[in-house]
């Protein structure tokens, strides 16, 4: 295998992870972490016919993101106007949570068709490009806002997409992104190996959905390389589920973590983040 690291461009990476025969791989060099897994070289989306929600699943799954969407629009949407972009928007959970704030226009880009029929014609979104974001006829310094929730993970040379993004950003624009947290994520599957073991159905790393786990710290490096400044992590409630199952035992577990992570982080004085990664990224 041939391949350099994402962050640091070398080539020195050690095994530190091996979910179903795919070796998870750390550059020796700046600790980049990323999935040795090669996807198809034009990433399709993610959703296909067969993984389209039914009305209960659907609602099952807004009522899961709520808390945090209706987090993020309190605090930067409301009052506030404008064009907001999500890349990568998926079945549009997010843009239908926040459609009624009158004051933003909504636009949502994603590749899979499934998805964007469904959000046409179900959710009613009028804005919506199906295709990459390379591919969408947006003018520069358009828009306000624009999101990338979970989809940074899934992009193998996400470069590309940064840059683009912030050529459409206003001058006082700001990209908000979600994605894990490397420094949770490898120690919660190396536990979850030693006590259950390698079995299908548990979620470990979705080495082959996930080329790339981040870090504050690589993060930050990929977003100023790519025309952010002023990057800054925060804090959202969590999705109410956890692996897809939302019993109110798990979600109570879930919802302690969140606690646990925001008090660990102010005793830490800010150095020890062990939430998602919640990203607020300024265009340079
Ligand atoms: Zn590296």
Sequence with gaps: MHRNCLICSRENFKVIFTEFNIPILKCRECGHICSSYQPPEHYEGYFGEETLPGEAEYSYWGKAHFPMYAEFARRYLKNKKGHLLDVGCGLGYFLAQ??????????????????????????????????????????????????????????????????????????????????????????????????????????????????????????????????????????????????????????SMKKGWYYSVKALETLSMGTLNLDNLFCLAKKK
């Design 98 to 251: 926040i459609k009624e704030i009158p004051s933003w226009e909504l636009y949502g880009c994603e590749t899979s068709p499934v998805a964007v029929e469904y959000g046409i014609k179900r959710l009613g979104l009028p804005h919506l490009h199906q295709g990459s974001l390379e591919s969408a006829p947006y003018p520069e310094d358009f828009f306000d806002v624009i999101t990338l929730w979970d989809v940074l993970e899934h992009i193998p040379q996400p470069d590309t997409l940064l840059k683009r993004i912030s050529t459409l950003l206003k001058p006082d624009g700001f990209l908000f992104l979600h994605t894990p947290n490397a420094k949770i994520q490898i120690p919660k599957a190396k536990l979850k190996k030693t006590i259950l073991g390698m079995k299908e159905g548990i979620h470990y790393l979705e080495a082959k959905d996930h080329c790339h786990l981040y870090t504050p710290h690589t993060l930050a490096i990929l977003l100023k390389r790519n025309g952010f400044q002023e990057i800054k992590m925060t804090h959202l409630p969590p999705i109410m589920a956890v692996s897809g199952n939302n019993s109110s035992f798990r979600v």
